[in-house]
């Protein structure tokens, strides 16, 4: 009995010269391939058993908010199908694309121009499922100092996923538009801040439903044992004061976490 080809499923804003040699390449070596450069909203109908995605982004993702809700789309329907999907684009928007569409963490990233002999070598392994697509913890920074949530982040988002809110009734907005798929796993809480302040949204949190049960550890200036102690009787996942190292806080994070330091 005969053995279909596995295909590959090419998305692609605009079909080009470049995604032209994509398709060729993977065509070349066997695989069953389909180019999708519009009606994107059919995605799952005219690609459901594709065993892998590949979506080539367009050079102006970032300034196009219309390409930018499309691809978050896309994203939906590739993770609803729990097929893999690698994204092909530039380097120099990765991470600003990544903190404008968080879930976009779940899928593995390759720089263009591609070096198609390593590029095929992972297509293969992950259609094989040699690759396993291992999605990043996602802690949310809540602190009115955007300087030292800038830094932190830095410091963290090799190992997590990490967005950043700068005052305390964006986290709850923030959070409650949070999908039910795409959880955040722990809230770093900068202790003072104006108009509400960290003890206010950690109460405001413990009575939302949807928010109760997210760990919530301080982020405090004050190490005094006084002022520790009123931290703590608020009864947060714990406390971190904001003169902590790096290594300490990706040690601390990996305790609370599970993830690697």
């Not at 367009?58 to 993770?79: F, N, Q, W």
């Not at 090799?158 to 959880?183: C, H, S």
């Amino acid at each position: 009995m005969s053995t279909l080809p596995k295909q590959i499923a090419i998305i692609a804003y605009q079909y080009s010269v470049v995604v032209k040699g994509i398709e060729n390449k993977f065509k070349s070596q066997g695989y069953d391939v389909v180019v999708i450069s519009e009606r994107f909203e059919e995605l799952a109908r005219s690609a459901g058993n594709a065993s892998l995605f590949l979506t080539y982004l367009p050079g102006d993702i970032m300034e196009d908010h219309v390409k930018a809700r499309m691809l978050s789309m896309i994203a939906g329907v590739v993770s609803e199908l729990g097929k893999p999907m690698i994204l092909l684009g530039e380097v120099k928007y990765h991470n600003d694309l990544l903190e404008m569409l968080p879930e976009l963490h779940a899928f593995p990233w390759v720089n263009r121009p591609l070096d198609m002999e390593k590029f095929s070598e992972l297509v293969e392994k992950m259609i094989d499922g040699e690759v396993a697509t291992v999605v990043k913890k996602r802690i949310l920074i809540v602190d009115d100092d955007p300087s030292y949530a800038k830094m932190v982040r830095e410091w963290i988002k090799d190992i997590y996923r990490v967005d950043i809110v700068t005052a305390g009734m964006q986290a709850i907005t923030f959070l409650l538009k949070v999908k039910e798929n795409d959880p955040v796993d722990l809230i770093l809480l900068d202790y003072e801040m104006p108009v509400v302040d960290g003890p206010q949204v950690l109460q405001m949190l413990k009575h939302e439903p949807m928010t109760a049960n997210i760990p919530v550890v301080f982020l405090t200036g004050i190490g005094t044992k006084e002022a520790v102690s009123r931290v703590m009787e608020l009864k947060p996942e714990g406390y971190i004061l904001k003169s902590t190292t790096r290594d300490e806080l990706r040690s601390y994070l990996s305790g609370k976490l599970g993830a690697a330091k």
